[in-house]
Nanobody, 119 residues
Framework: QVQLVESGGGLVQAGDSLRLSCAASGRTAGIYFMAWFRQAPGKEREFVASIRWSDSNTYYADFVKGRFTISKDGAETTVALQMNSLKPEDTAVYFC????????????WGRGTQVTVSS
């Protein structure tokens, strides 16, 4: 089993930057994708960005393109989400997730880290 631990959330002002980190441990071999999702109060969880572990190809939701960057972070199985030009509407709990199989959905989730952007 894989365990995911997110860190780096906090309270910032609009226009500021924040860097989230997700560390995977346990049976990390064979990870296909790692991704970030977010869930704002009263809204459904939504996809933010993902990275394919084999070739580091990245994918983004339209609303974060040009502002957020997902990347591998260091030698361990860690993924970072660099968030720039933050907006109040980016306020949400951000979750890290892992997918092992291209035919299956994201099945392993972290507990999330709160990001609050004040105007």
């Amino acid at each position: 089993q894989v365990q995911l631990v997110e860190s780096g959330g906090g309270l910032v002002q609009a226009g500021d930057s924040l860097r989230l980190s997700c560390a995977a441990s346990g049976r990390t071999a064979g990870i296909y994708f790692m991704a970030w999702f977010r869930q704002a109060p009263g809204k459904e969880r939504e996809f933010v960005a993902s990275i394919r572990w084999s070739d580091s190809n990245t994918y983004y939701a339209d609303f974060v393109k040009g502002r957020f960057t997902i990347s591998k972070d260091g030698a361990e199985t860690t993924v970072a989400l660099q968030m720039n030009s933050l907006k109040p509407e980016d306020t949400a709990v951000y979750f890290c997730a892992v997918r092992h199989n291209p035919l299956l959905a994201y099945a392993i989730w972290g507990r999330g880290t709160q990001v609050t952007v004040s105007s």
